[in-house]
């Protein structure tokens, strides 16, 4: 899947938090913060690596809980947020990067303003597109029909179940579940895996 340049011949489509950004250890903290700072902080990472939703029903928190949590987490400040190490090696060699989230635009545009990434993308998917959200193959498809995309990037099942769907390869970043055709634990590795 690689060519002879230092280019790789890849159109990626990339999931936000947890796969470009080490978003989760802090969301992780406010979640403690507001229902119970005695909940062990890898219990809740590991409800939040599923997905949001899955540890509000989880702990069953109320809508004023959730509400309070996605402030705090829209107040988040940038450098809480590090890029994970080697990402912007990828991005710099891939073809074209898009990126689909649940964030909203505005936060994902402020992180990638901070760490002069808008370069990376040729167009960012956000929830507030309107698009439902994953694992429903919408947004995935609208991309793909633009973009012809080679590969799908995420941390979650969910953020390759509509790659699944639309028979596009797929790669779980620092996961092991079934169903991905690509398992990476750091980016410094991402050729070595991908031309396996």
Avoid at 138 to 163: C, Q, T
Wanted: charged share 30%.
């Amino acid at each position: 899947m690689c060519n002879k340049k230092e280019e790789l011949e890849l159109n990626i489509l990339w999931d936000f938090d947890g796969t470009l950004f080490n978003t989760y250890p802090i969301y992780t903290k406010i979640f403690q913060e507001i229902i119970d700072k005695n909940i062990q902080e890898e219990e809740i990472f590991n409800l939040l690596k599923v997905s949001f939703s899955h540890a509000v029903d989880f702990f069953q928190l109320s809508e004023e809980q959730v509400k309070l949590i996605r402030n705090l987490i829209s107040k988040i400040t940038p450098d809480k947020t590090p890029p994970f190490p080697y990402v912007e090696d990828v991005l710099k060699k891939a073809n074209k990067n898009v990126i689909m989230t649940h964030k909203e635009r505005n936060e994902v545009n402020t992180i990638l303003k901070y760490y002069s990434w808008n370069q990376y993308f040729e167009e960012v998917v956000a929830i507030d597109n309107g698009f439902p959200r994953k694992p429903h193959p919408a947004s995935y498809e609208y991309l793909h029909n633009k973009y012809k995309l080679d590969l799908i990037i995420g941390d979650r099942e969910i953020d390759i179940l509509p790659g699944k769907q639309l028979h596009i390869k797929t790669c779980l970043f620092q996961n092991n579940q079934a169903g991905a055709d690509f398992y990476l634990t750091d980016f410094k590795d991402f050729e070595k895996i991908i031309k396996s």
